[in-house]
């Protein structure tokens, strides 16, 4: 069974920054996408921004510039930093991935909560 374990986070001042980290195991294919999105109170949850195995990258519009995400193939593993964080990046941040054959998984979820 796949299993993502997400760390980094937390509280945040504004114009600060963090790392997120999303450790994929147990997966018997090769992971194809991972990616993280997020979900505020009484939103529905989005795509923060996503990158494929060859290390090519999609960022929603509201953190291109201010957000980096990247990935270590030989550990499954994707990161992502953030720069330049607003209150409105508060977030539980929810790592994602995508086999070869197309089935996903989640994450269990991290909280980031930039005070204004």
């Known amino acids: 069974q796949v299993q993502l374990v997400e760390s980094g986070g937390g509280l945040v001042q504004y114009g600060g920054s963090a790392r997120l980290s999303c450790a994929a195991s147990g997966s018997r294919f090769s992971i194809n996408t991972m990616g993280w999105y997020r979900q505020a109170p009484g939103k529905q949850r989005e795509l923060v921004a996503t990158?494929?195995?060859?290390?090519?990258?999609n960022y929603a519009d509201s953190v291109k510039g201010r957000f980096t995400i990247s990935r270590d193939n030989a550990k499954n593993t994707a990161y992502l930093q953030m720069l330049a964080l607003k209150p409105e990046d508060t977030a539980v941040y929810y790592c994602?991935?995508?086999?070869?054959?197309?089935?996903?998984?989640w994450g269990q979820g991290t909280q980031v909560t930039v005070s204004s």
């Open positions: 990158i494929s195995r060859r290390g090519i990258t």
């Open positions: 994602n991935i995508q086999n070869t054959l197309g089935h996903t998984s």
